[in-house]
Protein backbone atom coordinates (compact mmCIF):
# COMPACT_ATOMS: atom_id res chain seq x y z
CA UNK A 1 0.00 0.00 0.00
CA UNK A 2 2.52 2.73 0.96
CA UNK A 3 4.36 1.55 -1.81
CA UNK A 4 1.52 2.43 -4.27
CA UNK A 5 1.00 5.65 -2.69
CA UNK A 6 5.30 6.20 -3.22
CA UNK A 7 4.26 5.06 -7.32
CA UNK A 8 1.29 7.02 -7.49
CA UNK A 9 2.90 10.63 -6.37
CA UNK A 10 6.28 9.77 -8.69
CA UNK A 11 4.04 9.49 -11.56
CA UNK A 12 1.79 12.48 -11.16
CA UNK A 13 5.13 14.55 -10.54
CA UNK A 14 6.31 13.49 -13.90
CA UNK A 15 3.27 14.04 -15.93
CA UNK A 16 3.49 17.97 -15.39
CA UNK A 17 6.14 18.75 -18.01
CA UNK A 18 7.15 22.04 -15.98
CA UNK A 19 8.07 19.36 -13.13
CA UNK A 20 9.98 16.98 -15.79
CA UNK A 21 11.86 20.18 -16.95
CA UNK A 22 12.93 21.31 -13.67
CA UNK A 23 14.07 17.24 -12.55
CA UNK A 24 16.37 17.88 -16.24
CA UNK A 25 18.00 21.08 -15.11
CA UNK A 26 18.57 19.49 -11.66
CA UNK A 27 21.35 16.48 -13.83
CA UNK A 28 23.93 19.02 -13.92
CA UNK A 29 23.69 19.49 -10.54
CA UNK A 30 22.25 20.95 -7.50
CA UNK A 31 20.39 24.45 -8.48
CA UNK A 32 18.90 27.26 -6.57
CA UNK A 33 14.96 28.00 -6.78
CA UNK A 34 16.10 31.32 -8.08
CA UNK A 35 18.12 29.59 -10.77
CA UNK A 36 15.34 27.10 -11.64
CA UNK A 37 13.06 29.96 -12.02
CA UNK A 38 14.62 31.91 -14.29
CA UNK A 39 14.32 30.38 -17.45
CA UNK A 40 10.51 29.60 -16.64
CA UNK A 41 7.63 31.56 -18.29
CA UNK A 42 5.87 31.50 -14.73
CA UNK A 43 6.29 33.33 -11.15
CA UNK A 44 8.66 32.30 -8.73
CA UNK A 45 5.66 31.11 -6.40
CA UNK A 46 4.65 28.95 -9.15
CA UNK A 47 7.62 27.18 -9.12
CA UNK A 48 7.89 26.81 -5.50
CA UNK A 49 4.05 24.90 -6.02
CA UNK A 50 5.91 22.42 -8.35
CA UNK A 51 9.13 21.84 -5.95
CA UNK A 52 6.63 21.28 -3.45
CA UNK A 53 5.02 18.61 -5.49
CA UNK A 54 8.45 17.05 -6.31
CA UNK A 55 9.04 17.37 -2.70
CA UNK A 56 6.18 15.16 -1.82
CA UNK A 57 6.91 12.46 -4.47
CA UNK A 58 10.22 12.07 -2.78
CA UNK A 59 11.57 13.37 -6.16
CA UNK A 60 13.84 16.21 -4.72
CA UNK A 61 15.46 17.49 -1.92
CA UNK A 62 16.06 20.62 -0.57
CA UNK A 63 18.50 22.06 1.56
CA UNK A 64 18.56 25.70 3.16
CA UNK A 65 21.65 27.62 3.76
CA UNK A 66 20.75 30.98 4.57
CA UNK A 67 18.13 32.31 2.27
CA UNK A 68 18.48 30.21 -0.24
CA UNK A 69 17.45 26.88 -0.78
CA UNK A 70 19.02 24.42 -2.74
CA UNK A 71 17.75 21.36 -4.45
CA UNK A 72 19.13 18.07 -5.57
CA UNK A 73 17.49 14.94 -7.78
CA UNK A 74 17.08 11.92 -5.18
CA UNK A 75 17.65 8.77 -7.36
CA UNK A 76 16.30 6.53 -4.54
CA UNK A 77 12.85 8.65 -5.09
CA UNK A 78 12.44 7.13 -8.57
CA UNK A 79 12.82 3.33 -7.45
CA UNK A 80 9.29 2.74 -7.08
CA UNK A 81 8.73 3.42 -10.40
CA UNK A 82 11.73 1.74 -11.66
CA UNK A 83 10.92 -1.22 -10.11
CA UNK A 84 6.82 -0.86 -11.26
CA UNK A 85 8.42 -0.73 -14.99
CA UNK A 86 11.16 -3.48 -14.78
CA UNK A 87 8.07 -6.03 -13.35
Do not use: K
Amino acid sequence: MVEDQLLDRAYAALADPTRRALLVALRAGDARITDLAAPLPMTFAGVSRHVGVLESAGLIQRVVRGREHWLSIRPEGFAAAEDWISE
